[in-house]
C-alpha cells in the first residue's frame, strides 16, 4: 500500500559511448558539464516525442489540464574518464565567406573563418534521469519514450552523442531516512535543498528552461516596450508574428559527488539504492 510520502516518477536509464555538455561561457577550451543541465534533457524529450501530438502541451507546461504538466526532473550519473578531442571551429556566417585563413597549395581549406579549440569529452556515460508528473501523464510519457519517433536519432548534447536508452519504468520514490554512504553517482542537487542538507560541492548555475518572447517594435517617438512572454509548446508550429528572441530561465545547482557521512531525509529510489533530488521545472 503505497504512504503519503511516496512519489510516482518516470525513471529513464540511458548510457552514451561519449558526450559532451557545453558550458556557454566557455570558447577557447571547450569546457563541459560532468552531467546535463536540466534544459538539455527537455530537449533530448522534445526529439524522442516529436510525433506524439497529444503530449506536447503537456511537456511545455501550457496544457489547459494543470494536473498533467512535468513538474521536476532529477538527474545522476557518472562516467568512465574524460578525453580531449583537437577539432576545429568554423564560421557560417555570411560576412565570413570571402575569409581565407588557412591554404593548402593555395588553395582555401575552408572559405571562411575557423580555429583549432579542445572539446573535453565525457566516455561511457551512464545516467539515471528522473521525470515528475501526475501519474496519469507518467504512463502517456513511459508509452511515448518506450516507442520514440523522433525526428533525427536520439542524442543527448550534440548531435553525434549519441544515446542508448537501456530501461522505461514508472518506479516509486520514498521518503526516508538515507543512510550514511557513497553512492556510485554524481548528483545535480538544488541549491536551496543542498544547503538544508548540509551537501558539500560544486556550484553551478544551469539552465532549465528556455520562453519564447516576441521582441515588440518601438513606434516613432515613443519608448521601446518590453518583450511579452509567448505561450508556445516546444513543438509549436504555429509561431506568432514578429522577431522572437530566447530567454533562458537558470537554476543554481550543487554537484554532489555521493559521499554521504551522516544520514538525511530525501526521496530514495530502493531499485537503484540511491537518492533522489527533485528540481521543480516551473518554480
Sequence with gaps: MRSSEDLPVLRLELYQPSAHYRLPYAYQRRLTYPLPPYSTILGFLQNLVSDHISIKPYLNGN?????????????????HSKAVEYTWMRSFASKSGNTRRYEIYGF???????I??????LEQVELVIYLEAEEEFLEVLEEAVSNPQPYEIPHLGRAEDFVILETVK?????RTKVKPKHFPYSFWVPYEEAQRLRLEGLLYKIALRAENRVIQK????????????????FFSEDLPQGPISRVIHNVPVLLWEGELPYAIEAYFDSEKEIPVFLQPIYA
Design 63 to 79: 496544457s489547459e489540464i494543470a494536473t498533467l504538466p512535468l513538474k521536476g526532473i532529477g538527474v545522476a550519473g557518472h562516467f
Design 108 to 114: 582555401p581549406e575552408h572559405p571562411g573563418q575557423q
Design 116 to 121: 583549432p579549440v579542445k572539446v573535453d569529452t
Design 170 to 174: 514508472v518506479v516509486e520514490l520514498t
Design 218 to 233: 518601438a513606434s516613432q517617438g515613443k519608448k521601446s516596450k518590453p518583450s511579452q512572454p509567448v505561450q508556445l509548446s
